[in-house]
């Protein structure tokens, strides 16, 4: 037993050391993220209801197909801009499993706003054998998840910018990233599809699940992949900080009042400090 | 040593206060050791940390309380309870990110406060007991970090988790059995979460009572100064309020708006996204990197490629690793310059500067992958790095010649003021002055 600990332990080491080392020698993605303008870029950025109601349409429409959001509650949703009733409504849609009832029996019942919202698949394997082995993450924190490495100088210059829509970005370029023509010296297993954008390889198991004009928008956005991507995006950064908002609005009054406090106290330092030489 | 023993100046006037100073005179030592104490008239921005550092403790205490009281330390619900901090309990987004940023400008801070030790020479005598005491809350701080990153139970915890113990095991006989008391078990999981999770809670307590060891051994001696003088007269020091109290605080709400900004705009900048994966056993990181402030460190781990003799390159990347910072600890004995600052050792200042740059670079190199050029740079990192603290520091001492030293500080103080305005400005006794007011 002690041995085998032993050699548990050298192995761990010795893969941290391989795949730290392996990591430079993929370093995927091996395209960046492009950077989009998003509602909520900036000190003052805010979600904007109606992109995240689009998004959220693409998700339900879409990505819910396989893709589970488990850690969103329908009434999470008043934060898009629902009513109480336009929730209770919505999650109607959703079957979810409760009990046991009163013989001990588990029934489906429709959702209330109280419940998250279900997943596709009962469990990870049941997810794997539907989708070819490969398992479709849970996006409630996609966008905080996936973090392309940003390199020298950009990390460095991210904080003087307030760059931090790295998640979002990743989803959009990976979401309008997939391309026909593979280059010569990528090699696509059968079965995966090729997106330069993907954070780790060249090929991913999901299929380019948007195509132009597959909804239609109550506002009239037009149902490009562009703009169904930078959609969901937007929706997938709220489910994944849904207190951006408040965050940010909170920080100014934070950052005004230390700043202000910080003047203050720099002219009783002075008045204080006049009184000796130092 | 300090000349200047303060005699308690602390007259109690109320009823009240007269009747707890003869019985448990604790007004008076606060009143001695933060409103009478004398400190040194030229304290510059570089002593401001101590002061900033007590107040980091205490948000991540604060914080840390609340946070426990909806943390659930179980491995399958440790991340979802984090979630649900960041989602449902009000203001616990708030909590949550103020003490993840809270540990990166704890640790942002102790860097700037032992630069400034090592640079103006805290260390030397009659401080080294003041230093090693600051060296066992740097240590147990970083055990303090280490066990909180695990608890969120993401990726990047429970893998870093599974490589830090994994270190143990490098030493012969003894290392196999500290890495199952410390994982409380073969692997990483929920013994390990639950004895994290208690120690992690406890070790903060700990920090504070040595801070407080820390404090009473700095009273005793006195702050040094950027001209490593000893305090000689009364001139030389003013008292702690309002000078330094005014100074501290100002520096210290400018620290908490960088802290502030971080924290409300970019609260994720400092963390890495792969720990927003629940842990999961069977998929390993592309790539597992421990927290920026751990980088230098990690990057001296990994130098080490080779054997030495019995010791593996393993154990032997180890040994560097924790000879890294436990060399801090004889840093006073291996000084042998008889000048403590900096400013008149010019040969100090540069190899000072060069052992900064060359920290920093350790951190980039940490972050890097262990192979090809990488390894190399490293090693001649790690190679200037002890060579600073074993031969430069030794050899430099005996060799160098400082700068002339001026008689005192008050001398060193009124010499730089007639270079800069030209015109010598009157001396006023700054004790006599804050009492006036």
Redesign the interface.
């Known amino acids: 037993?002690?041995n085998?600990?032993?050699k548990?332990?050298?192995a761990?080491?010795a893969?941290?050391?391989m795949?730290?080392?392996?990591?430079?020698?993929?370093a995927?993605p091996k395209n960046k993220p492009r950077e989009q303008d998003w509602s909520f870029a900036g000190?003052f950025g805010m979600y904007d209801p109606a992109q995240l109601q689009r998004g959220l349409k693409v998700y339900a429409e879409n990505c819910s197909a396989c893709h589970a959001l488990s850690?969103v509650s329908f009434r999470?949703l008043a934060d898009l801009g629902y009513s109480d009733d336009q929730i209770k409504a919505f999650a109607a849609n959703y079957e979810v499993e409760d009990g046991p009832d009163d013989f001990g029996d588990m029934f489906f019942r429709p959702a209330t706003a109280a419940d998250a919202f279900p997943s596709p698949f009962p469990n990870q394997e049941a997810a794997r054998a539907a989708n070819g082995g490969a398992y479709p993450?849970d996006l409630?924190?996609m966008a905080?998840?996936?973090?392309p490495i940003r390199g020298f100088p950009a990390f460095v210059l991210?904080?003087f910018r307030?760059y931090?829509e790295?998640?979002p970005d990743y989803i959009y370029s990976l979401l309008t990233g997939y391309k026909d023509d593979v280059p010569e010296d990528v090699s696509v297993p059968e079965g995966l599809w090729y997106n330069p954008y993907f954070a780790?390889g060249t090929a991913l198991a999901m299929a380019p699940p948007l195509f132009d004009d597959m909804h239609e928008f109550d506002d009239g956005t037009e149902a490009t992949v562009s703009n169904m991507a930078k959609d969901v995006a937007a929706f997938l950064m709220w489910t994944?900080e849904?207190?951006m908002d408040?965050?940010?609005q909170?920080?100014?009054r934070?950052?005004v009042f230390?700043?202000i406090?910080?003047a203050l106290?720099?002219l009783?330092?002075k008045q204080?400090?006049s009184?000796?030489?130092? | 040593m300090s000349k200047l023993e303060h005699h308690g100046t602390y007259t109690p006037t109320t009823g009240v206060g007269k009747w707890i100073d003869a019985r448990m005179p604790l007004p008076r030592l606060m009143y001695d050791s933060f409103v009478a104490y004398p400190v040194p008239?030229?304290l510059n921005y570089a002593y401001t940390f101590g002061g900033i550092l007590s107040i980091f403790l205490v948000i991540q205490i604060l914080t840390g309380v609340v946070l426990a009281m909806h943390y659930v330390p179980d491995a399958t619900k440790a991340f979802d309870s984090v979630?649900h901090i960041?989602?449902d309990v009000n203001s616990g987004?708030?909590m949550r990110?103020m003490h993840q940023n809270g540990a990166h400008f704890f640790f942002l801070a102790v860097y700037l406060h032992i630069f400034r030790g090592l640079y103006y020479g805290s260390y030397k005598a009659p401080r080294e007991l003041l230093w090693i005491l600051g060296c066992i809350i740097y240590l147990l701080m970083m055990a303090t970090a280490f066990m909180g990153y695990v608890l969120p139970w993401g990726q990047m915890s429970f893998?870093g988790a599974?490589?830090i113990t994994?270190?143990?095991?490098?030493f012969p006989v003894i290392?196999?059995p500290i890495?199952?008391l410390l994982l409380g078990g073969?692997?990483v999981g929920d013994p390990t979460l639950n004895r994290f999770f208690s120690l992690h809670y406890l070790l903060p307590f700990m920090i504070a009572g040595v801070v407080i060891l820390h404090v009473w051994a700095l009273h005793v001696t006195g702050q040094t100064n950027p001209t490593g003088i000893e305090v000689k007269s009364k001139t030389d020091t003013?008292p702690f309020t309002?000078?330094a109290t005014?100074?501290d605080?100002?520096a210290l709400?400018?620290f908490?708006?960088v802290y502030?900004?971080?924290?409300?705009?970019?609260?994720?900048?400092l963390g890495h996204?792969?720990n927003?994966?629940p842990a999961d056993p069977m998929v390993?990181?592309?790539?597992?990197?421990p927290e920026w402030y751990f980088l230098p460190f990690y990057a001296i781990l990994?130098a080490i490629t080779f054997d030495i003799g019995p010791i593996t390159a393993?154990l032997g990347g180890v040994i560097a690793m924790f000879s890294a910072v436990l060399v801090l600890f004889i840093v006073p004995w291996l000084d042998t310059s008889k000048v403590r600052s900096a400013v008149y050792r010019p040969w100090f200042k540069l190899f000072f500067w060069l052992f900064v740059i060359n920290s920093v670079f350790l951190g980039w190199l940490g972050s890097?992958?262990?192979?090809g050029v990488y390894v190399a740079l490293a090693q001649l990192s790690t190679a200037i790095y002890f060579g600073f603290f074993l031969i430069v520091m030794p050899v430099l001492g005996l060799v160098e010649k400082p700068r002339r030293l001026p008689n005192s500080i008050t001398e060193a103080?009124?010499e730089r003021?007639a270079k800069t305005d030209g015109a010598s400005?009157p001396?006023?006794d700054?004790i006599a002055?804050?009492d006036k007011?």
């Open positions: 037993m002690k085998l600990v032993v548990l332990g050298a761990a080491i893969a941290t050391v795949v730290t080392g392996a990591w430079a020698a993929s995927y000190p850690r999470n993450p409630s924190l905080k998840a996936r973090a991210d904080p307030n931090a790295n998640g780790s994944a849904p207190h408040d965050r940010k909170l920080g100014f934070v950052l230390l700043l406090f910080a106290l720099y009783s330092k204080v400090w009184r000796v030489e130092h | 008239r030229n979630e960041m989602r987004w708030l990110y893998w599974t490589v994994g270190f143990f095991t490098a290392g196999v890495q199952e073969f692997a003013v309002p000078y005014i100074k605080a100002f709400i400018v908490l708006a502030a900004y971080f924290v409300f705009y970019m609260p994720n900048f996204a792969d927003y994966i390993t990181p592309a790539h597992i990197v990994r393993k890097q992958p262990a192979e103080v009124l003021s400005p001396l006023g700054p002055v804050a007011s």
